[in-house]
């Protein structure tokens, strides 16, 4: 799988938070919450046929990863 169909959700320095897509100069949504980000990342990512999804803290570290269907999720085991 490549990076083509994975989002980020990222803090904002400014308030709230972004939907990214990795290398992207501008984010591809900004809302007020982190799950209307996490929304909107998961129905771009869906759209595009499947990805990973990237979901990072107030501290910019990455919280929670999500493979989105039909992505192929590099794990073995299921859940």
Not at 2 to 10: A, G, L
Not at 21 to 45: M, N
Not at 52 to 58: F, K, P, S
Request: proline content about 6%; overall charge positive.
């Amino acid at each position: 799988m490549t990076d083509d169909n994975s989002r980020h959700v990222v803090p904002n320095p400014d308030g709230g938070w972004d939907v990214k897509k990795p290398g992207a100069q501008r984010a591809s949504g900004h809302h007020s919450t982190q799950a209307d980000a996490v929304d909107q990342a998961r129905q771009i990512i869906r759209n595009a046929g499947g990805g990973e999804l990237n979901i990072h803290g107030v501290n910019g570290a990455i919280r929670a990863k999500d493979t989105i269907s039909p992505g192929n999720d590099p794990r073995r085991s299921k859940g």
